[in-house]
Structures are given as structure tokens and as C-alpha cells.
């Protein structure tokens, strides 16, 4: 059984850091990519990231970029989303996610992919 669970959330003040597990369980981060999404309140969820061992990061949040990165736990099967110079407007709840067939998930087709619970994330001063 495939599980993503994640970790790390708070509340942290402007300029801070934090950083966000994802541990995954069924399969293997050698094979399988994991996407990062974040839903702010009131507005729709978007794609921040994907990570695959192959083909590294591909950050498609342009507001991120620069101040978010990404490593992996080998030891943990984990993937810990770093960030850092976090703005108010980073506030929202994010998910990890992985799809079934190892390619990076979009949140189109729940059916083929794992999705974690969320963690809450609040920058404030």
C-alpha cells in the first residue's frame, strides 16, 4: 500500500524557515517521483515542484524559485522540502503526492496517485 505522509508544518514568522517531510511508504524513491502542491485558503491548490531521482527538481512555481529546494532521506524514504525566506503569501496547506505509473503528478486523475494529508503551513508575523 502506497502512503505519503507529511510533517513539518507551523507557524513561522517573515523571512523565516521551515522544512517539510514527506515519508513515503510502498514505493521506492528510486522509481517513483513526488510532487509538492500547496492550497492557500479560499483559492485553488497549485503545483510548486516534482522531484524524480533521474531528472532531479523541476520547479514550476515561479515564486518559489530560488528560495524552495528539495533533498531526500535515503535512510527515511523521505523527501524534505526546504524553505526558506517564507512571505505570507506561502501560507496554505501543502501536499506531497506521487503517481502510480512513476510519472510526476498533477492532481488530474486522483486514481493514479497517493496523496498525503497535508501539513499546515502559516507565515506570520
Known amino acids: 500500500q502506497v502512503r505519503l505522509v507529511e510533517s513539518g508544518g507551523g507557524l513561522v514568522q517573515p523571512g523565516g524557515s521551515l522544512d517539510l517531510s514527506c515519508a513515503v511508504s510502498?514505493?521506492?524513491?528510486?522509481?517513483?517521483?513526488i510532487g509538492w502542491f500547496r492550497q492557500a485558503p479560499g483559492k485553488d491548490r497549485e503545483v510548486i515542484l516534482c522531484w524524480l531521482k533521474s531528472d532531479g527538481v523541476t520547479t514550476y512555481l515561479d515564486s518559489v524559485k530560488g528560495r524552495f529546494t528539495i533533498s531526500r532521506k535515503n535512510a527515511e524514504n523521505t523527501i524534505v522540502l526546504h524553505m526558506a525566506g517564507l512571505e505570507p503569501e506561502d501560507t496554505g496547506t501543502y501536499y506531497c503526492?506521487?503517481?502510480?505509473?512513476?510519472?510526476?503528478?498533477?492532481?488530474?486523475?486522483?486514481?493514479?496517485?497517493?496523496w498525503g494529508q497535508g501539513t499546515a503551513v502559516t507565515v506570520s508575523p
Open positions: 503526492a506521487t503517481n502510480l505509473y512513476g510519472h510526476c503528478p498533477s492532481g488530474a486523475d486522483r486514481r493514479l496517485e497517493r
Open positions: 510502498g514505493v521506492s524513491l528510486d522509481v517513483y517521483a
